[in-house]
């Protein structure tokens, strides 16, 4: 009750100072006779060399009590009293200190700075502090994503997949899985506007190119737990993409065995326009498989911002995505080895037919926002999601398995797989997002509605025949295996709200940050009501600024989308999907504990981060995972937990680039029907390492290696329940590394003509993918020989690869 009083306060007198800001306004019109104003107000951005917001920047007023800190976007506004000359002060840990004096200031001031920061020069590298991280949400360094080894073409998933509690199981995918949550259970937004991934990709080969262009993203904050309530109603992690406005003409060119970028923006008076197009085939890896065949996949997107400063209050944005993702498989033959070294088998399979699938996806965003005075904002914005998708295949495959030791036949047999499945997807949005700065707070409010719509007809079945005789087998009857039907049209309407402060202190004992908030939303599908309320603390204290603390909780709901709604009836082997109208949100509390430690190495700075969390579940929707394929339950049948630690060390390991190791433990533990089993997540323990180096004596020559080891995830045999899940899959291990030489140094001596002048960076590069040759598994193929035993038979993923890339930046 105390919370829901200061809410309502908060709320009164943000609409209060709106109306005095609007009514000053009117007034400055005017002109009369008036004595002098005392009282001035000061607002702007803090940012730094790279342009980038400097947030927690102390500006204070000398001999006065007025100031600031600046919020995440590094900005600024509070009132002070006139004088002759006033002289202000903006500080920051790490960076020079700048004066500003005014002389008579009156009115509304807007003062832009930029801090520089105080570490050493040496040559063209800069030895700076690293970013203190006082919330729930870290800001991720773009700096290295153009020469980063990418197997998927998605730069910035590949980067949030070497974080701390994060994993990944599938180098063709950019899917991933933070601290036990499944692909779902992220929320990924551009622009503040929430984007959505295809529902039919059942397989990494399938996956294409996703929404984020790595080329036109200026800043990229990242989430794994105990974020604020200004983000969606999902369980594990928060993706937030905000892409950048061209202050000049820019461009880049780049190409490789996998694909091709072009990127233009530029700046023209009030208006900022960029935009990006990319090409990517995964031909080339698919071919490192042991299925061999003709592959065939063509993914190609579009994309472009547009921001436009109406006036000094007014700005509007818009955003315009197309793509095609086309994929085209005809297998051949595959021969698979496996087992252990005293007990080898061999699994050879002779295929026809051929697979055909295309995902097509529309997206598009606007949005006006206001700036209503000098602490408060209005945004109204529109968007609306389309994807169409086709998964269509018919594959038959006759296979021998055999014990090579003694050249026994185990088994021999025919399968056949069929799929005619077509589903669209729209999404309508409106919104609405108000921000209002009262001195050392930063409150924002947030309501939207949503309109979704989902239609599906899927057919899919598979024939398994061993030694003669189909599986399951009966005497008086001829089965599938499997066999699913589905036909489907709904629609349904989403409203959602939220309302948060952040509050940020310095007092004798420290720096406080103080978040705190709910998020409301209700859905007409299931009449489903929820109250998400959360809240996270950040102290820094002041006899060692070094230590960061940070403590956060709340309660998160994973809101059903349509895959979730999916419950089964089979009726002699044939099964129906039925809708399941009284499903309920996924529902989690969950506690994260951290401490950062910023510490210096041969000069060079360093952070050490822990995190300890846990996660109590509820009203769990179980699901199966095959290749990146998930399967729900469509019934709330299960609770568990999921409990971990994080830890990771960032910092220069080499002057003048970032590098990171992390290390995770986790355990994710699900109660279903009476028996405690592992979740489909559950991996206990994972290590990722990412490092960046300079040839010594050089700048021309960079490294970049990266490395995943993860341990296995639990299995069983297909079209079974998670209590059958028994087996744990061996451990994703992979090494990828890029070598990449500067062709052509910025601003160097020597560019004489027009165009030379106009090139601005070159990059020759040379990757490694999957340097050690490690065969890793993404899933299972399961056969049965003549004695009814059946054998996992691993689906191993890409070899080890060379890609040639370059990439030219105007």
Request: aromatic share 12%; proline share 3%.
């Amino acid at each position: 009750m105390r919370r829901l009083i200061i809410f309502l306060c908060m709320i009164s007198l943000a609409l209060v100072a709106t109306a005095q800001e609007a009514g000053g306004t009117a007034a400055d019109t005017t002109v009369v006779a008036a004595p002098v104003v005392r009282s001035c107000s000061l607002s702007g951005r803090v940012t730094d060399e790279d342009g980038k917001a400097l947030p927690l920047v102390t500006v204070k007023v000398e001999g006065q009590m007025a100031g600031a800190m600046t919020n995440l976007e590094g900005r600024y506004s509070f009132d002070f009293q006139s004088a002759d000359s006033v002289v202000v002060n903006y500080s920051l840990m790490g960076y020079e200190r700048k004066r500003k004096v005014l002389v008579r200031p009156h009115g509304k001031l807007v003062w832009n700075v930029s801090l520089s920061s105080t570490g050493t020069q040496m040559g063209e590298v800069t030895v700076s502090e690293v970013r203190r991280q006082l919330g729930s949400t870290q800001e991720l360094s773009t700096k290295d994503l153009k020469r980063l080894p990418s197997t998927t073409g998605n730069a910035v998933e590949e980067l949030v997949a070497t974080q701390a509690g994060v994993s990944t199981h599938n180098e063709l995918s950019s899917q991933y899985n933070v601290r036990g949550g499944s692909f779902d259970e992220n929320c990924v937004y551009v622009n503040g506007v929430e984007v959505y991934r295809p529902l039919l990709v059942s397989s990494g080969q399938q996956e294409g190119l996703s929404v984020i262009n790595s080329d036109m993203v200026e800043r990229v904050q990242f989430s794994a737990g105990g974020f604020a309530a200004q983000y969606g109603d999902k369980m594990s992690s928060v993706l937030d993409i905000t892409y950048r406005r061209p202050e000049r003409h820019e461009g880049s060119v780049s190409a490789s065995i996998l694909g091709a970028n072009v990127y233009d923006g530029f700046r023209v008076g009030r208006l900022s326009f960029s935009q990006g197009f990319r090409y990517k085939s995964n031909r080339y890896m698919l071919g490192s498989l042991q299925t061999k065949g003709e592959y065939d996949p063509a993914f190609l997107d579009y994309q472009a911002y547009l921001s436009w400063d109406i006036s000094k209050r007014w700005t509007f944005d818009a955003i315009g995505y197309i793509s095609r993702n086309r994929y085209r498989f005809k297998p051949k033959n595959r021969v698979t080895k496996f087992g252990t070294m005293e007990d080898v088998k061999s699994f050879t399979v002779y295929f026809d037919g051929d697979e055909q699938d295309l995902f097509r996806t529309l997206f598009g965003a606007v949005s006006l926002t206001g700036r209503l005075g000098s602490r408060s904002t209005l945004t109204l914005g529109a968007s609306a999601f389309s994807t169409k998708e086709r998964e269509t295949y018919d594959i038959q495959g006759q296979y021998w398995l055999d014990d090579t030791n003694t050249s026994e036949q185990l088994g021999v047999g025919t399968y056949m797989e069929h799929a005619r499945n077509l589903l669209t997807s729209e999404t309508q949005s409106l919104r609405a997002l108000y921000s209002f700065r009262p001195g050392e707070h930063d409150i924002k409010a947030g309501l939207q509605w949503r309109h979704e719509k989902v239609k599906e007809n899927t057919r899919e079945w598979e024939f398994r025949d061993s030694a003669g005789y189909s599986m399951p087998h009966y005497a008086d009857r001829l089965e599938l295996i499997y066999n699913l039907k589905s036909q489907q049209d709904i629609s349904s309407n989403r409203i959602e709200a939220f309302l948060q402060d952040t509050w940020r202190h310095e007092a004798a004992a420290g720096i406080f940050s103080v978040n705190y908030g709910a998020r409301l939303s209700h859905w007409s599908w299931n009449g489903e009501t929820l109250l998400s309320p959360r809240a996270s603390i950040g102290f820094v204290p002041a006899r060692n600024d070094n230590l960061t603390f940070r403590l956060a909780t709340g309660m998160y709901y994973q809101a059903p989308f349509y895959k979730e709604l999916r419950d089964t009836v089979t009726t002699d082997g044939a099964t129906v999907v039925q809708l399941n109208r009284d499903i309920k949100s996924q529902r989690s509390f969950q506690v994260v504990a951290a401490a950062e430690y910023k510490f210096r190495v041969a000069e060079r700075p360093f952070k050490f981060t822990t995190e300890a969390y846990y996660k109590a579940q509820s009203r769990l929707n179980p699901y199966n995972v095959d290749n990146v394929k998930v399967v729900y339950y469509g019934r709330n049948e299960g609770s568990g937990y999921v409990a971990g630690v994080d830890f990771k060390v960032y910092g220069e390991f080499v002057p003048g680039t970032d590098s990171w190791i992390s290390f995770s433990l986790m355990k994710a533990s699900m109660k279903l029907h009476g028996k405690t089993i592992p979740q489909p997540t559950d991996q206990r323990w994972n290590i990722n390492f990412f490092f960046s180096d300079y040839f010594p004596g050089t700048d021309r020559w960079k490294m970049t290696l990266k490395m995943a080891f993860a341990h296995g995830l639990p299995f069983g045999p297909p079209h079974s329940g998670l209590e059958r899940f028994a087996f744990r899959a061996p451990a994703y291990r992979r090494v990828d590394l890029g070598m990449s030489y500067r062709l052509l140094r910025p601003q160097e001596e020597g560019r004489r003509t027009a165009f030379g002048r106009a090139l601005r960076d070159a990059w020759l590069g040379l990757d490694c993918f999957n340097l050690l040759g490690i065969s890793n598994v993404s899933s299972y193929l399961w056969v049965t020989d003549i004695s009814n035993q059946q054998y996992a038979v691993p689906n191993y993923l890409t070899g080890r690869l060379i890609n040639v890339r370059l990439t030219v930046d105007f």
